[in-house]
């Protein structure tokens, strides 16, 4: 079938490139070298070329770029191979998907199948995994299922942020600070000081403002603009090692965010097509409700580590607190009371608001790994999970805007795991690595409301216990030194899903789904550590995997289960100098998603095209054979940076980045409006670096060709969407010291 040899043209494609690469860097002989990639992608610090798994990882001047003109998180999507990250949140709640599997569920309760580990405490809940990403040491993208060594549902992957950590005998740091269109700044810094041998201390701060940009045109004041915001975090470490035998390593974090919520926009697709509609203009909206967002964040860690001759002890707490309030006007219009409404028609309007209240999440792992030489590593451990919070659901009155009614949904999560690995070096050039986890994951959620419109026709209480073993076996093999080959199997697994009872449909449950998946790759340094590259193709199955059904004609939301769903594909990664100056990194990926289940169908959109068979049930459609939602077949990411030395050692610099999704489904059912198109974005800066690189200053554009799109939509009885960030202008000046 056509689709099915896409693989193999990204293959061809991706070798003629490697190809035509390698006669260009050949021409190089003097050409700079690479530093190799250190990760911990299996708990050890390796180089990334020995670990038998795909990896892409972030950092440096990249990540740098990308943070320069205030964006959050999701400036991450589509910066490595298969990952893509979206949210209806604003700057709160990223969803992740990698190799097209992750959730797209918007409850504050939603679970995710792409685990992010910050400073190795996971990051369980949505709204935490948008915590800012500065002072980083790396960014690790490690394809999954990753079920061994790592703590909650890793069976799409693990997104991993390591921050750089305090250093023993070092007095320095560096700030930063840009300046950009819609009066966006950016500043960003850390000081490492250590006040005696064996103790030293970072703080790290990131502060990033913008102004509101859309007028609301409903209420056209100055008031009623809409889209800033304010996002300001810290992060204290304190390192005590007075020996090379045992380390504690504190870390204390915050944030706090006040803005504008994810502004929903109606009907601003053009019917029979998924294109604006004619004279869009995305400094405007026309909402009759209100629009606000405000968010804190506290956590806490203390990493332990005794080293004795043979083994070392590593204990990791953690700790995490969190509330949010969102609120928004759902419809993206207005209703007035004699009836008239815009843009477009609404058919009934809806402002809602969500809030975490109460949030606790306690972590606790104990780790013993082997230390010294030998061919055998081994590493075991005990893991404990505990999370408990309230979630305030609001609706408010049409026309008046007063509070209507509430739904108070309690959830508490209650899970252990014990796990073990290994991996033994039978020869110089093989080595193999296995490892088992156990897991045990109960979950309880109650809702209480007097609201009669609450669907309770499922109940109001729900509970779930499930346990489930998940392994993984790997192997590496050296064909020459800068050469490596690798083949893994996994599995992996993520506990049930619970949903509650609400105006918008009953209490729904989604049972535990598991993850099994087959990779290949080669891994090498070419021309004498001047280049690399990583290849792989991988296939996966994921039997029983939880959806989210939103909207539809009725307007109703629930967990939905696929018997299966598959997943397979390519990625690859090149970095290279291709002269003395002119660095190059280029990535991308190619991932075909199927969701495979006859029997499952869902309700279709109530003004979009339908692209789908119908259902024996008017109004619902079968999507087996559909992709999974968000889950685009090509991504693309290219950087080049020239850099050219003056003769007082200074350097001016030219640097730019690209990246490309192709299409995407908003949601399970596949229709015309609700898709979204490929998205092409680029940036642009030029600089100057002097006195040995210790002070920076540049000009800088992100998505320079201003590309608007429609990046998410919202089923609610209209063609309501969102779209992406439009294009800003900047400068931004870095000092280090």
Same mark, same amino acid.
């Given at each position: 079938m056509p689709?099915? /040899?896409?693989? *193999? /043209?990204?293959? $061809?494609?991706?070798?003629s490139i490697g190809l035509a690469l390698a006669a260009l860097a050949a021409q190089a002989q003097e050409a700079s070298v690479l530093?190799?990639?250190?990760v911990t992608a299996e708990r050890r610090a390796e180089n990334a070329k020995d670990v038998p798994m795909s990896i892409s990882t972030l950092g440096g001047e990249k990540l740098d770029v990308l943070n320069s003109s205030g964006e959050d998180i999701r400036m991450l999507s589509g910066r490595v191979p298969?990952?893509?990250?979206? =949210?209806?949140?604003? $700057?709160? *709640?990223?969803r992740f998907y990698i190799r097209g599997y992750g959730n797209t569920d918007f409850h504050l309760n939603a679970s995710q199948p792409v685990s992010l580990i910050y400073d190795d405490v996971v990051q369980e809940n949505p709204i935490l995994k948008g915590f800012p990403a500065f002072d980083l040491e790396r960014i690790e993208v490690l394809a999954g299922p990753q079920g061994t060594l790592f703590g909650r549902n890793t069976p799409a992957g693990v997104v991993k942020f390591d921050s750089v950590k305090p250093q023993l005998k070092k007095n320095e740091g560096y700030g930063s600070i840009s300046y950009g269109s819609f009066g966006t700044t950016n500043v960003e810094g850390a000081w490492n /000081?250590?006040? =005696?041998?064996?103790?030293a201390a970072r703080v790290s701060i990131q502060s990033q403002h913008r102004d509101d940009w859309v007028d609301n045109n409903y209420r056209p004041s100055q008031t009623d603009k809409l889209e800033g915001y304010d996002d300001n975090a810290i992060r204290l470490q304190a390192l005590y090692q007075p020996s090379s035998s045992f380390s504690a390593l504190g870390n204390v974090h915050m944030r706090d965010l006040k803005g504008t919520a994810r502004l929903f926009r109606a009907n601003i697709i053009k019917k029979g097509s998924n294109d604006l509609v004619d004279g869009f203009d995305e400094k405007s909206v026309t909402i009759d409700g209100k629009n606000e967002q405000t968010l804190s964040n506290f956590g806490s860690s203390l990493r332990l580590r005794w080293a004795f001759d043979t083994v070392a002890l590593n204990s990791i707490t953690g700790f995490e607190h969190l509330y949010t309030y969102s609120r928004g006007d759902v419809d993206g219009g207005y209703l007035n009371a004699d009836g008239t409404s815009g843009p477009g028609t609404i058919f009934f309007p809806s402002e809602t608001s969500d809030a975490?209240?109460?949030? $606790?999440?306690?972590?606790?792992? *104990? $780790?013993?790994e082997s230390l010294g030489g030998g061919p055998l590593k081994w590493q075991s451990g005990v893991y404990l999970f505990r999370e408990s919070y309230l979630i305030d659901s609001i609706s408010y009155a049409a026309i008046s805007h007063v509070y209507d009614s509430s739904v108070q949904t309690r959830q508490t999560n209650n899970a252990w795991a014990v796990f073990g690995s290994a991996n033994y070096q039978f020869t110089p050039q093989l080595n193999v690595r296995g490892g088992l986890r156990y897991t045990h994951d109960e979950k309880y959620l109650a809702t209480t409301t007097a609201d009669t419109n609450i669907d309770r026709t499922a109940g109001t209480t729900a509970d779930t216990s499930d346990s489930k073993v998940s392994w993984d076996l790997s192997g590496t093999y050296a064909l020459t030194p800068d050469l490596n080959l690798y083949a893994r199997v996994a599995t992996g697994f993520r506990a049930s899903s619970l949903q509650?009872?609400?105006?918008? &449909?009953?209490?729904s449950k989604a049972g535990p789904e598991t993850n099994t998946s087959y990779e290949a790759g080669v891994k090498a340094d070419l021309w004498n550590k001047r280049a690399r590259a990583a290849f792989s193709v991988f296939h996966y199955d994921v039997k029983d995997q939880q959806l989210s059904a939103v909207g539809g004609d009725q307007n109703k939301t629930q967990l939905v289960t696929a018997k299966k769903a598959q997943g397979q594909g390519v990625e690859f990664n090149f970095d290279a100098y291709l002269t003395d100056?002119?660095?190059? &990194?280029?990535? &991308?990926?190619?991932?075909?998603?199927?969701?495979?289940?006859g029997d499952l169908v869902v309700a279709g959109c109530a003004q979009c095209t339908m692209n789908d068979p119908a259902g024996a049930l008017p109004g619902t459609f079968h999507i087996d054979g559909n992709p999974l939602p968000q889950a685009p077949k090509w991504i693309g990411n290219v950087t080049l940076r020239y850099g050219m030395p003056t003769a007082s050692g200074g350097e001016y610099f030219v640097y730019t980045d690209w990246a490309y999704r192709s299409k995407i489904n908003f949601f399970l059912y596949e229709s015309?409006? *609700?898709? &979204?198109?490929?998205?092409l974005t680029g940036g642009l800066r030029l600089g100057y670096q002097w006195a040995n690189g210790k002070y920076e200053a540049a000009v800088f554009a992100r998505n320079i060709t201003n590309e608007i799109q429609v990046v998410g939509g919202i089923d609610f009885n209209n063609l309501t969407g969102f779209i992406n960030e439009p294009r800003t202008f900047g400068a931004q000046f870095k000092a280090n010291f």
């Amino acid at each position: 079938m056509p689709h099915q /040899a896409a693989p *193999f /043209a990204l293959t $061809r494609a991706s070798l003629s490139i490697g190809l035509a690469l390698a006669a260009l860097a050949a021409q190089a002989q003097e050409a700079s070298v690479l530093a190799p990639v250190t990760v911990t992608a299996e708990r050890r610090a390796e180089n990334a070329k020995d670990v038998p798994m795909s990896i892409s990882t972030l950092g440096g001047e990249k990540l740098d770029v990308l943070n320069s003109s205030g964006e959050d998180i999701r400036m991450l999507s589509g910066r490595v191979p298969s990952l893509n990250i979206e =949210s209806s949140f604003g $700057r709160a *709640f990223p969803r992740f998907y990698i190799r097209g599997y992750g959730n797209t569920d918007f409850h504050l309760n939603a679970s995710q199948p792409v685990s992010l580990i910050y400073d190795d405490v996971v990051q369980e809940n949505p709204i935490l995994k948008g915590f800012p990403a500065f002072d980083l040491e790396r960014i690790e993208v490690l394809a999954g299922p990753q079920g061994t060594l790592f703590g909650r549902n890793t069976p799409a992957g693990v997104v991993k942020f390591d921050s750089v950590k305090p250093q023993l005998k070092k007095n320095e740091g560096y700030g930063s600070i840009s300046y950009g269109s819609f009066g966006t700044t950016n500043v960003e810094g850390a000081w490492n /000081a250590s006040a =005696s041998p064996d103790f030293a201390a970072r703080v790290s701060i990131q502060s990033q403002h913008r102004d509101d940009w859309v007028d609301n045109n409903y209420r056209p004041s100055q008031t009623d603009k809409l889209e800033g915001y304010d996002d300001n975090a810290i992060r204290l470490q304190a390192l005590y090692q007075p020996s090379s035998s045992f380390s504690a390593l504190g870390n204390v974090h915050m944030r706090d965010l006040k803005g504008t919520a994810r502004l929903f926009r109606a009907n601003i697709i053009k019917k029979g097509s998924n294109d604006l509609v004619d004279g869009f203009d995305e400094k405007s909206v026309t909402i009759d409700g209100k629009n606000e967002q405000t968010l804190s964040n506290f956590g806490s860690s203390l990493r332990l580590r005794w080293a004795f001759d043979t083994v070392a002890l590593n204990s990791i707490t953690g700790f995490e607190h969190l509330y949010t309030y969102s609120r928004g006007d759902v419809d993206g219009g207005y209703l007035n009371a004699d009836g008239t409404s815009g843009p477009g028609t609404i058919f009934f309007p809806s402002e809602t608001s969500d809030a975490l209240n109460g949030h $606790r999440q306690y972590s606790q792992e *104990f $780790r013993l790994e082997s230390l010294g030489g030998g061919p055998l590593k081994w590493q075991s451990g005990v893991y404990l999970f505990r999370e408990s919070y309230l979630i305030d659901s609001i609706s408010y009155a049409a026309i008046s805007h007063v509070y209507d009614s509430s739904v108070q949904t309690r959830q508490t999560n209650n899970a252990w795991a014990v796990f073990g690995s290994a991996n033994y070096q039978f020869t110089p050039q093989l080595n193999v690595r296995g490892g088992l986890r156990y897991t045990h994951d109960e979950k309880y959620l109650a809702t209480t409301t007097a609201d009669t419109n609450i669907d309770r026709t499922a109940g109001t209480t729900a509970d779930t216990s499930d346990s489930k073993v998940s392994w993984d076996l790997s192997g590496t093999y050296a064909l020459t030194p800068d050469l490596n080959l690798y083949a893994r199997v996994a599995t992996g697994f993520r506990a049930s899903s619970l949903q509650n009872a609400s105006a918008f &449909g009953p209490q729904s449950k989604a049972g535990p789904e598991t993850n099994t998946s087959y990779e290949a790759g080669v891994k090498a340094d070419l021309w004498n550590k001047r280049a690399r590259a990583a290849f792989s193709v991988f296939h996966y199955d994921v039997k029983d995997q939880q959806l989210s059904a939103v909207g539809g004609d009725q307007n109703k939301t629930q967990l939905v289960t696929a018997k299966k769903a598959q997943g397979q594909g390519v990625e690859f990664n090149f970095d290279a100098y291709l002269t003395d100056t002119l660095l190059l &990194g280029l990535n &991308g990926s190619y991932n075909m998603t199927k969701i495979k289940d006859g029997d499952l169908v869902v309700a279709g959109c109530a003004q979009c095209t339908m692209n789908d068979p119908a259902g024996a049930l008017p109004g619902t459609f079968h999507i087996d054979g559909n992709p999974l939602p968000q889950a685009p077949k090509w991504i693309g990411n290219v950087t080049l940076r020239y850099g050219m030395p003056t003769a007082s050692g200074g350097e001016y610099f030219v640097y730019t980045d690209w990246a490309y999704r192709s299409k995407i489904n908003f949601f399970l059912y596949e229709s015309t409006e *609700f898709t &979204g198109k490929s998205l092409l974005t680029g940036g642009l800066r030029l600089g100057y670096q002097w006195a040995n690189g210790k002070y920076e200053a540049a000009v800088f554009a992100r998505n320079i060709t201003n590309e608007i799109q429609v990046v998410g939509g919202i089923d609610f009885n209209n063609l309501t969407g969102f779209i992406n960030e439009p294009r800003t202008f900047g400068a931004q000046f870095k000092a280090n010291f």
